[in-house]
């Protein structure tokens, strides 16, 4: 598809969808920072049993995304297609999210009056029951997430989906910057100093009313079936030439250049996180075992990965408008490669910390930026209205695919080479992606005036 300037994007609808992606992301950052001290502090459960069930939400969502995804594709109600999973996946999400903590201090309670008469009064049954709340929470996670991004693309006209892509990045990042305010207000040092046990119950009500607010303003401010028809009504009448409605039919028959398009952007997508979340997941051990930093000190690399990303994303939003999704996005990739790469080196020459380290991690939160921006737009453009929900739910299961396999994978390699294999590993995968991501031949946008 062309981009015209006269195409103007509904700052305030991608807003106010972009508002549930905001307590989405500062749901997730909750649930992966408090959930492991529960497990461990609270219900004494072994790190490699915890790092199981941490691990599930990335598992159970490579089979659910897609489900929910295309049943949203045929729901057929006055609200619209993508609002019922959104709305009951939501609600479903706060009730279980309320009742984690909740069970949380019953069990503590029980095993500190235990510990006080010689005996333990915490109850077997509360672990099982919380342990059975925190899947209906990922369930509930994965009923609204397809659906949501779904509808994103359903109100948005494809040549701009690159620039509201940026904005819920953008929104995203924002919500977990306020879910860690919230967290370092409610948790500080003074006021946790000498508690025997934490109540978690506030930072989850907290982050429940970030998930409610974001559900009601979708609710009354996103009228879903209206904005759908105001968008299609536009596509139809543009579709003049007959090599548009052409490859518009080609698209829908998902003919085997869009197809093959699809398998080739879909990999490419499990790759680049393949490659970007073996850094992410071990770097802060790689750093204190290889430099002896502690761990303030090297999640500020992280952390000025995470800011780059945050002020570029409007921006790669708007030149990729004119320079085009796929050249975007392979710039991204060839980032990843020549920042680990440089990473790499670094780390065979020197067994010290080098400042240039701080340049490089901002080279890849730039990177990283750009290939989010673009990817799932580049899907989106190969799909019909139709189908956006299951090629959303496609996409997030590559990337989920991605997320379960490398820390196995890299973690194999540093135990049985070291931790100097990071790099590389992170360097070689990432120009697998590159590779895979050339042989992506639609899906682009490009300027209609230039």
């Known amino acids: 598809m062309c981009y015209n300037r006269t195409m103007k994007l509904n700052y305030r609808l991608t807003i106010n969808i972009g508002l549930s992606f905001l307590a989405i992301q500062a749901f997730w950052q909750m649930y992966n920072n408090v959930v492991p001290l529960m497990l461990s502090t609270s219900f004494h459960i072994s790190e490699t049993f915890s790092g199981i069930i941490m691990s599930l939400d990335n598992i159970l969502a490579i089979f659910l995304l897609p489900l929910f995804g295309r049943m949203s594709d045929r729901c057929r109600s006055p609200m619209g297609r ?13 009730a279980a999210v309320l009742t984690l903590p909740l069970l949380d201090n019953l069990y503590a309670m029980g095993s500190l009056l235990g510990s006080k008469h010689g005996s333990s009064a915490a109850s077997p049954g509360v672990r099982i029951l919380f342990l059975a ?3 209906v929470v990922i369930f509930a996670m994965c009923v609204y997430r397809g659906p949501l991004v779904a509808l994103l693309v359903d109100v948005t006209p494809r040549a701009l989906l690159s620039v509201a892509t940026a904005i819920t990045n953008l929104l995203g990042a924002l919500g977990i910057i306020l879910y860690l305010l919230i967290a370092a207000v409610l948790y ?4 946790t100093a000498g508690l025997k046990h934490i109540n978690y119950l506030p930072v989850f009500a907290a982050v429940s009313v970030i998930m409610l607010i974001g559900l009601m303003i979708l609710i009354f401010a996103v009228d879903e079936p209206r904005m759908v028809a105001k968008i299609a009504q536009p596509a139809e009448a543009g579709s003049k030439n007959a090599a548009e409605k052409s490859e518009l039919k080609s698209t829908a028959a998902l003919h085997s250049e869009f197809r093959r398009s699809t398998i080739f952007l879909l990999l490419a997508t499990t790759f680049w996180f393949i ?10 051990l790689y750093a204190n075992r ?13 952390s000025v990965s995470a800011v780059a990303a945050i002020v570029s994303y409007i921006p790669i939003g708007a030149i990729s408008l004119h320079a085009g999704r796929k050249i975007s996005v392979l710039c991204g990739i060839a980032f990843l490669i020549a920042t680990f790469s440089a990473m790499s080196a670094i780390s065979l020459l020197t067994d010290q910390f080098s400042p240039a380290m701080y340049v490089l991690f901002a080279l890849v939160g730039i ?10 737009p580049m899907l989106a453009e ?9 090629y959303a739910g496609y996409y997030y299961t ?8 490398t820390p196995i994978v890299s973690g194999w390699l540093i135990h049985h080479i070291g931790y100097r294999a990071l790099f590389p590993y992170a360097a070689i995968t990432a120009t697998l992606a590159l590779l895979l991501m050339s042989q992506v031949k639609h899906g682009d946008t490009k300027s209609a005036d230039r």
Do not use: H
Not at 86 to 94: D, K, N, Y
Not at 367 to 376: C, K
Not at 400 to 405: D, E, L, N, R, T
């Open 398 to 405: 590559s990337s989920m695919i991605g997320q379960v396999i």
């Open 382 to 390: 190969m799909c019909i209205s139709d189908e956006s929900g299951k």
């Open 367 to 376: 990177g990283w930026a750009l290939i989010n921006v673009n990817s799932f």
């Open 275 to 284: 490659s970007f979340n073996s850094v992410d997941t071990w770097f802060v």
């Open 82 to 94: 993508r609002k019922p999973f959104i709305i009951c996946g939501t609600l479903i999400s706060i």
């Open 133 to 135: 709340v925190l899947c």
């Open 188 to 191: 500080s040092s003074k006021r």
């Open 290 to 302: 290889l430099w002896n930093m502690p761990l303030g000190t090297s999640s500020v690399c992280l």
